[in-house]
């Protein structure tokens, strides 16, 4: 006998979904969260993330999506609680440059919908955007900004109605995998699963082999908010989430979801940062300076002054695409982590993919781009 089928380790974004999706399959699922789950120091913090279909990049993402979509909506219908607000996405670039053409590209292949504004339409819909000259951009209907702790919470809660257990303020200091299930232990105390998902986010290195730990790094991501000269110019009904890329200047944020403050955060700052549990919360000089002047060219309407920052941790991994499947063929320990910056929107699909495959079931064809194994040497 073991103590129920599965063991969710870590019940922040990914690992809150997993144990929602598991307990659609078996009530002998239990959650160990080291703090409570959406504590604002785990890759929950700073109360959104972008979610959008139009991307860059590998097109197998967009089932993952679709299903992220889905599963964002049944978690709002089940909970009664507004998770997505679907305000739109804009991207933003150079009309002929790099980031228009990629997206375009990706988004020919993937077959998602989406509107191209010219430059004139662009600035007469979102004169929030001071536009460059040859800026255009690209409408994503389907995007918005997701409430990150109140997914979370939905998640455990529905996780809870359905009858998984939560182990919160239960650090679990080892994964080990036996003939007759997976030992979890913390501190002086163990379980017995048939199965765990490591989805420790930042801190997942500390429970993974080492051909992962070699794989992975914990980064420092930071975020920083501003307020408008006028509020009702930068509501969601207005001003939808956006990303603007060129080669020397880059941002992305979400509209005031508090009907206070914009978030407008330099993209792709992510650095190594050595402890998960001290991240450094202050901005360098130079990331303040950055982001003013970045501000200050995009957003006149903005007191380009940051009223409001803070960084939180994400793992990374070499590659950039995250790490979900078993450790190695029929092991019985199955990683949801490596989210690499970009989890969020996922968090659904992912949880869903780590929850089905943990319990022995099949999901998505094509997802070797995702396996642990990928970075084995030998
Ligand atoms: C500032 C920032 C902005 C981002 N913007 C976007 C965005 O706009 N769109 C998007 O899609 N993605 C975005 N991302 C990425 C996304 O937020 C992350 O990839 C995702 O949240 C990672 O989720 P996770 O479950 O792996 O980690 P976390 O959410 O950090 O969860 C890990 C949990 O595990 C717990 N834990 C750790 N160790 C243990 C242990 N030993 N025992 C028990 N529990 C443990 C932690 O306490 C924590 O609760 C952003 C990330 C950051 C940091």
């Not at 969710?8 to 809150?16: E, Q």
């Not at 967009?62 to 599963?71: A, G, K, V």
């Not at 929107?345 to 781009?369: M, P, R, S």
Request: aromatic content about 8%; some cysteine.
């Amino acid at each position: 006998m073991t103590d129920g089928k599965l063991a969710v380790i870590g019940l922040g974004s990914i690992g809150s979904m997993a144990l929602w999706q598991a307990s659609r399959i078996t009530d002998a699922v239990v959650g160990f969260e080291a703090a409570t789950p959406a504590h604002g120091r785990s890759a929950v913090g700073g109360d959104t993330r972008l979610f959008r279909m139009i991307y860059r990049g590998n097109p197998d993402y967009y089932p993952i999506l679709q299903r992220s979509q889905t599963l964002w909506a049944e978690l709002e219908a089940e909970t009664g609680q507004n998770i997505l607000t679907r305000c739109g996405g804009l991207s933003i670039g150079t009309a002929d440059g790099p980031y228009i053409r990629s997206i375009l590209e990706t988004t020919r292949l993937t077959g998602a919908e989406h509107q191209i504004l010219s430059h004139e339409e662009l600035a007469a819909r979102y004169p929030q955007h001071n536009l460059r000259p040859d800026d255009i951009a690209i409408y994503d209907p389907n995007a918005g900004a997701l409430r990150t702790d109140r997914a979370v919470t939905a998640a455990i809660a529905a996780a809870g109605a359905n009858g998984a257990t939560v182990r919160r303020n239960t650090r679990v200091d080892s994964v080990r995998e036996t003939n007759d299930g997976v030992i979890v232990t913390s501190g002086d105390k163990s379980w017995t699963f048939d199965n765990a998902i490591i989805a420790s986010g930042g801190w997942s290195n500390r429970l993974m082999p080492d051909y992962l730990k070699a794989a992975t790094e914990t980064k420092r991501i930071f975020l920083t908010w501003f307020v408008a000269k006028d509020a009702s110019e930068f509501t969601p009904e207005k001003f939808p989430i956006f990303i603007r890329i060129y080669e020397d200047r880059s941002m992305y944020g979400a509209p005031a979801v508090d009907g206070v403050t914009v978030k407008a955060t330099l993209d792709g700052r992510g650095g190594p940062t050595p402890n998960p549990d001290a991240v450094p919360r202050e901005l360098t000089q130079a990331e303040i300076q950055e982001t003013t002047e970045t501000v200050t060219e995009f957003f006149p309407d903005l007191y380009s002054n940051i009223v409001r920052s803070d960084a939180f941790p994400d793992l990374y991994t070499k590659d950039g695409n995250p790490l979900l499947g078993r450790l190695k063929d029929a092991s019985r320990i199955y990683c949801a982590t490596g989210f690499s910056g970009a989890g969020f929107k996922n968090a659904t699909g992912f949880g869903h993919i780590a929850a089905q495959e943990a319990l022995g079931k099949q999901t998505f064809e094509g997802l070797d781009f995702v396996r642990p194994e990928r970075f084995k040497t030998s």
